[in-house]
């Protein structure tokens, strides 16, 4: 028997049977599910110019970082580098792609998509934190950004509920020729201390409720700041603060299986490694970490305010000759608050650096993470 935590590192990362190292399939046709990169072009050019501002705001060094973790298919790395290369061959020529991803279908996908664009600095991969084989020690600490689009949600969590004698934690027994789940005591004294800090000591008025909480999440993040000596973290993912995340008002938590673009609550699947899982990021813990790490918060909105603030109503009328009636309305599906625009959130957090100019995050007015 496994946390459930451990079930999902498996089923989603394990070395040849992972949903992500053996079966990832993004995109419309014959796909899983999709991101924003997939959805509609607008997404890669409006976050070009994004990181064009970043780069201007580092004082555009050579090399410039620029980090992916998780990049999928390799759709929006591809997407960008084609973008820069149009719009600012300068920044093209002085760009360091860099990938954190686990070996496997996805890298392969990625390497070889990658492998057309003649760059004077080559791509590299590394492995993602606890795996053997890290190149760390060949990658020295950089300036640039790190970013991520729908990256975080897909790292291990922990499943949590009130009980009648305290707060429990999911198992997953494997013994059988089914996989069942069983609620027991909190796995650890750092799990303990997290839920206590979030949840409170009394799950009196929670019986029942489950939560997530991503023990892993400060870890990575201390991992991918190893290569960034100065510089930025902009992360893209659907969440919340902890206020919300963890109110009272939710009673089944955020843990979803999609396959065949059909959301699925029997998070246990079939078999294992068959489905993608994904949670609720937990923003707050994002930027507790980070700002524990030296970074500074430069801005948090939802994507739709963001896009809207880089110009996306300019981007329409700009390519309104060659965009399809389809694909105008798929690329308002990055803005719509039913869909894509109110459910992701953007956060930027600066290292090192001045107040950068940011026009993205003009409108909004969230409340930033406490």
């Not at 990658?114 to 053997?132: A, K, Q």
């Not at 939560?211 to 100065?230: K, M």
């Not at 599906?333 to 026009?359: A, D, N, W």
């Amino acid at each position: 028997m496994v946390t459930f935590c451990e079930y999902m590192k498996q089923s989603l990362g394990g070395s040849g049977s992972g949903y992500y190292s053996a079966r990832a399939r993004i995109g419309f046709e014959g796909g899983d599910f999709f991101t924003a990169p997939e959805t509609s072009s607008a997404f890669a050019s409006l976050l070009a110019l994004q990181i064009m501002g970043l780069d201007r705001a580092l004082g555009s060094p050579d090399p410039f970082y620029m980090i992916e973790a998780g990049p999928g298919n390799g759709t929006l790395a591809v997407s960008l580098l084609t973008i820069f290369r149009a719009a600012d061959p300068g920044l093209f020529d002085r760009l360091s792609p860099l990938f954190y991803e686990i070996p496997g279908i996805l890298r392969e996908r990625q390497e070889k998509r990658i492998s057309t664009f003649s760059l004077r600095h080559p791509p590299r991969w590394i492995n993602p934190v606890g795996m053997e084989g890290d190149v760390d020690e060949q990658i020295a600490p950089g300036e640039g950004v790190v970013f991520g689009n729908e990256f975080l949600d897909a790292l291990p969590v922990h499943r949590i509920r009130g009980g009648v004698s305290g707060w429990e934690e999911c198992y997953v027994d494997m013994t059988g020729r089914e996989f069942r789940e069983v609620w027991g005591p909190l796995s650890s004294e750092e799990l303990v201390l997290e839920v206590r800090e979030n949840l409170g000591e009394n799950p009196a008025d929670r019986l029942g409720h489950e939560f997530e909480i991503c023990l892993a999440l400060p870890e990575v993040l201390g991992h991918l700041d190893h290569f960034l000596a100065r510089g930025f973290m902009l992360w893209i993912d659907y969440g919340d603060i902890a206020e919300e995340l963890y109110s009272e008002r939710r009673k089944k938590g955020t843990l979803l299986a999609y396959r065949n673009h059909r959301v699925s609550e029997n998070l246990l699947g079939d078999l294992q490694g068959e489905s993608d899982l994904t949670a609720f990021v937990d923003f707050s813990r994002v930027f507790r970490s980070l700002s524990r790490l030296g970074y500074r918060l430069e801005g948090y909105t939802d994507q739709m305010s963001w896009l809207m603030g880089l110009g996306f109503p300019e981007w329409i009328e700009a390519n309104a000759d060659r965009l399809t009636p389809e694909e105008t309305v798929q690329a308002g599906i990055l803005l719509h608050p039913l869909k894509m625009g109110r459910i992701f959130k953007v956060l930027l957090m600066g290292k090192g650096v001045g107040s950068p100019e940011l026009s993205g995050f003009r409108f909004g007015g969230l409340r930033p993470p406490p």
